[in-house]
């Protein structure tokens, strides 16, 4: 190793402090689902005396990159999930607020949520449900061939308020990292993978406040404001004679008949025909109006309604994380959230546990695909072997049971609907 100068040493001294500062956030909570996981969370009686409360699984999955990294999935098809952690009341006042969590749908999910929230004040955690208040809610949804999205809810006195822009998710049977990053300076971003995937000013992408400027309600369109974009050209006159000629004339092809008799039959007229010559009323031809002012707009003005909000960005309590789910597949597995005011540090987190498993995850999902694929084809093999003796049963004894009516096609038509409604 060749000896360094003195400013080397300052500048190796200032990189290891950066990379020191780098790290120093605040994780307000974490959770990789360990054991002993169940001591923070707290499973919801909501919907549990309808028998609708599904129970979760804490497996790392079907396929995965580490068999022991384990996370919680909703095991029960068309069921309501609520969980809940609680972690020390904080308020994102002046600070910047990173939530971050890994979801995987393993069932290829065509109908339900994988967003988490936030909460604030006081929560009954056993009472947690659809209807709890909460101040962000953040993740994928997925319904049908509609809905294909991140939400991502900003609530501000008891209103929710969907983000603007259309942040498409995640729709494979993959684990996926989805991030929400809202900073002091009012602006935020939404990471997929760690990559940014969308950003902006919470300002412009909510409508949480009423808006800046208005059209000014008092103003009026000036009576001699010209708005016509084409007039009449006053050059182009009525050719002399135009009116007087004929719609018809008459057929100048035609012939008396020769057994036309004028006494009996009266006067012979030729019959008319349409006149190439007539060309209809006359029109003045149309120019484009010299004097065209353009289309009027009411002048934009300060809306008196209009009171910023320095924190509009900020939540003054955040206390438990929710997890509250309706699902008509079950399979959707959350992992390695975390809390943080440090944007580095989920990024890092997210390294260390789905990037650095990603690639096995991605083989042994597609070793599963194969073995099921191979199964179904043995199967179907089977089948084939079966309808032959059915066919051979069937023509032996007429009136078999008919076959069972796929009803899960209704079923998740219905269970979108109802996630639509309860969006
Ligand atoms: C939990 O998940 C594992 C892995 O997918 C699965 O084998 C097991 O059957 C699941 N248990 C329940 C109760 O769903």
């Given at each position: 190793?060749?000896i360094?100068g003195?400013?080397?040493?300052a500048?190796a001294?200032?990189?290891a402090l950066?990379?020191?500062?780098?790290?120093?956030?605040?994780?307000?909570?974490?959770?990789?689902f360990?054991?002993?996981?169940?001591?923070?969370?707290?499973?919801?009686?909501w919907?549990?005396?309808?028998?609708?409360?599904g129970?979760?699984?804490?497996?790392?999955?079907?396929?995965?990159?580490?068999?022991?990294?384990?996370?919680i999935?909703?095991?029960?098809?068309?069921?309501?999930?609520?969980i809940?952690?609680?972690?020390p009341?904080?308020?994102?006042?002046?600070?910047?607020?990173?939530?971050?969590?890994?979801v995987?749908?393993?069932?290829k999910?065509?109908?339900?949520?994988?967003?988490?929230?936030?909460?604030g004040g006081?929560?009954?955690?056993?009472?947690?449900?659809?209807?709890?208040p909460?101040?962000i809610?953040?993740g994928?949804?997925?319904?049908?061939?509609?809905?294909?999205?991140?939400?991502?809810?900003?609530?501000k006195d008891?209103?929710?308020?969907l983000?603007?822009?259309?942040?498409?998710?995640?729709?494979?049977?993959l684990?996926?990292?989805?991030?929400?990053?809202i900073?002091?300076?009012?602006?935020?971003?939404?990471?997929?993978?760690?990559?940014?995937?969308?950003t902006?000013?919470?300002?412009?992408?909510?409508?949480i406040?009423?808006?800046?400027?208005?059209?000014?309600?008092?103003?009026?369109?000036?009576?001699?404001?010209d708005?016509?974009e084409?007039?009449?050209?006053?050059?182009?006159?009525?050719?002399?004679?135009?009116?007087?000629?004929?719609k018809?004339i008459?057929?100048?092809?035609?012939?008396?008949?020769?057994?036309?008799?004028?006494?009996?039959?009266?006067?012979?007229?030729?019959?008319?025909?349409?006149?190439?010559?007539?060309?209809?009323p006359?029109?003045?031809?149309?120019?484009?109006?010299?004097?065209?002012?353009?289309?009027?707009?009411?002048?934009?003005?300060?809306?008196?309604?209009?009171?910023?909000?320095p924190?509009?960005?900020a939540f003054?309590?955040?206390?438990?994380?929710?997890?509250?789910?309706?699902?008509v597949?079950?399979?959707?597995?959350?992992?390695?959230?975390?809390?943080?005011?440090d944007?580095?540090l989920?990024?890092?987190f997210?390294?260390?546990?789905?990037?650095?498993?990603?690639?096995?995850?991605?083989?042994a999902?597609?070793?599963?695909?194969?073995?099921?694929?191979?199964?179904?084809?043995?199967?179907?093999?089977e089948?084939?072997?079966?309808?032959?003796?059915e066919e051979?049963?069937?023509?032996?004894?007429?009136?078999?049971?008919?076959?069972?009516?796929?009803?899960?096609v209704?079923?998740?038509?219905d269970?979108?609907v109802?996630?639509?409604?309860?969006?």
């Amino acid at each position: 190793m060749a000896i360094r100068g003195g400013s080397s040493f300052a500048l190796a001294a200032l990189l290891a402090l950066a990379s020191v500062a780098a790290v120093a956030g605040e994780v307000f909570f974490q959770e990789k689902f360990e054991d002993g996981w169940e001591s923070r969370w707290v499973k919801s009686d909501w919907k549990k005396d309808e028998n609708m409360a599904g129970e979760w699984n804490h497996t790392s999955g079907k396929w995965n990159g580490d068999a022991e990294d384990k996370g919680i999935q909703t095991s029960e098809d068309y069921r309501f999930y609520a969980i809940s952690a609680e972690y020390p009341e904080f308020s994102n006042k002046d600070k910047t607020l990173v939530l971050q969590f890994s979801v995987k749908h393993e069932q290829k999910l065509d109908c339900g949520g994988g967003y988490v929230k936030l909460l604030g004040g006081d929560v009954d955690q056993k009472k947690f449900g659809g209807d709890t208040p909460y101040s962000i809610m953040f993740g994928p949804d997925i319904c049908g061939y509609s809905t294909k999205k991140v939400h991502a809810i900003l609530t501000k006195d008891g209103k929710n308020h969907l983000i603007k822009k259309d942040v498409p998710c995640e729709t494979d049977q993959l684990t996926h990292v989805y991030t929400l990053i809202i900073r002091p300076d009012a602006t935020y971003s939404i990471l997929i993978d760690n990559e940014e995937k969308q950003t902006g000013s919470v300002y412009e992408h909510w409508d949480i406040l009423p808006p800046k400027k208005i059209k000014d309600p008092e103003a009026k369109k000036p009576e001699d404001w010209d708005d016509k974009e084409y007039i009449p050209d006053p050059e182009d006159k009525k050719p002399e004679g135009y009116d007087d000629i004929p719609k018809e004339i008459p057929d100048p092809d035609a012939k008396k008949p020769e057994d036309w008799d004028d006494e009996e039959d009266g006067e012979w007229t030729a019959p008319t025909i349409p006149n190439p010559e007539y060309k209809g009323p006359w029109k003045q031809k149309k120019i484009k109006n010299p004097n065209y002012q353009g289309k009027w707009k009411a002048p934009m003005i300060d809306n008196p309604d209009f009171k910023d909000d320095p924190y509009i960005y900020a939540f003054d309590s955040l206390k438990y994380i929710g997890i509250e789910l309706w699902q008509v597949k079950s399979g959707t597995l959350f992992d390695n959230i975390i809390i943080t005011d440090d944007p580095a540090l989920a990024k890092k987190f997210a390294e260390d546990t789905w990037a650095k498993h990603k690639e096995a995850e991605k083989a042994a999902f597609d070793e599963a695909e194969k073995k099921k694929e191979e199964e179904e084809a043995a199967k179907a093999g089977e089948d084939d072997d079966d309808l032959e003796d059915e066919e051979v049963a069937a023509d032996l004894a007429v009136g078999q049971d008919l076959p069972v009516l796929p009803f899960f096609v209704i079923r998740s038509f219905d269970a979108c609907v109802e996630t639509l409604l309860r969006s």
